[in-house]
């Protein structure tokens, strides 16, 4: 295997003495591909993926190590499609892991999601998994949903799920997309709920300044985003521009929308917030 979760498989495969017969098969599925045998690679990774459910069962780690063993290999055989499978089930299933989990969801598979999912992004070649994987809506939306309820709770293990909503979003509907900038600003919630002021201000200019040229300064999208920026300032130690910025999307809101609406109300909230914390 080339990629890094083979060295994490192969660890958890040695420490198992019971997994001595799934290992050589794993081992057998590398060399298979190691010598372009890509055919013969994915029928003997199908078939260590039927000895790991037996032997581990759906959820555990390896499984979902092998499982993406699968995946990888199918993707590389140019079967997008079933690669694209492969891989939902393997997240379908760390998503149930974390959801049976809450309120404190479950960290090592949150962790294995986004590696997962960086591991993806980052080769060229395996692109096509993560396209398939966003073309059936309801796969991205189950990460950003169980996001929610672990931003009071686990806030870390938020930021992993939208993490890797985000890289989906930028690589499958580009950086302007109104759901790109939906996971943006999601996962400045869980960057200011971490207290990583740094990362959520960087983040939150670029969801507002994106919101700004797609939609202009009076839109809801944009005062939302500006009001997230805002906070990200103010709470970052930059409080002087934090409060003009509240006070400039305060403005606008009223000019747009009316003293009456609910983003002019939330608007004000903030600002007085920030006055008062000041």
Same mark, same amino acid.
């Given at each position: 295997m080339t990629l890094d979760y083979g060295a994490a498989l192969r660890e958890l495969l040695e $420490? #198992? $003495? %019971? $997994?001595?017969?799934?290992?050589a098969t794993c081992d057998r @599925?590398?060399?298979e591909a190691g010598r372009r045998e890509i055919d013969t690679a994915v029928e003997v990774a199908m078939g260590a993926q039927a000895q790991s459910r037996e032997l581990f069962g #759906?959820? !555990?780690?390896?499984t979902c190590l092998v499982q993406f063993l699968c995946?990888?290999?199918l993707a590389r055989a140019n079967d997008a499609d079933h690669a694209a499978q492969q891989f939902t089930r393997v997240a379908s299933t760390l998503v149930s892991v974390i959801t049976s989990a809450l309120p404190e969801g479950d960290e090592g598979a949150a962790h294995l999601l986004d590696d997962l999912f960086a591991i993806l992004a980052a080769d060229p070649k395996l692109l096509p998994v993560? $396209? *398939?994987? #966003? !073309?059936?809506? @309801?796969n991205l939306k189950s990460l950003s949903d169980l996001a929610t309820p672990l931003l009071a709770s686990q806030p870390d293990q938020a930021r992993l799920l939208m993490q890797a909503v985000l890289t989906t979003r930028r690589l499958t509907k580009g950086g302007d997309h109104d759901d790109t900038l939906l996971a943006a600003h999601k996962l400045c919630a869980a960057l200011m709920s971490l207290e990583d002021y740094p990362a959520a201000e960087a983040l939150a200019r670029d969801t507002f300044e994106r919101r700004v040229r797609r939609h202009g300064p009076g839109h809801a999208l944009a005062q939302r985003a500006g009001g997230a920026f805002a906070v990200a300032l103010f709470k970052g130690g930059h409080?002087?521009?934090g409060l003009a910025l509240q006070h400039q999307i305060y /403005? @606008?809101?009223r000019a747009a929308h *009316?003293?009456? !609406? /609910? /983003? %002019?109300r939330t608007a004000l909230s903030n600002l007085l917030e920030m006055q008062s914390s000041a």
């Open positions: $420490a #198992d $003495a %019971t $997994a001595a017969p799934l290992l @599925a590398v060399r #759906d959820a !555990h780690p390896i995946c990888e290999l993560l $396209a *398939g994987f #966003d !073309h059936d809506e @309801a409080r002087r521009e /403005q @606008a809101s *009316g003293e009456e !609406h /609910q /983003q %002019t």
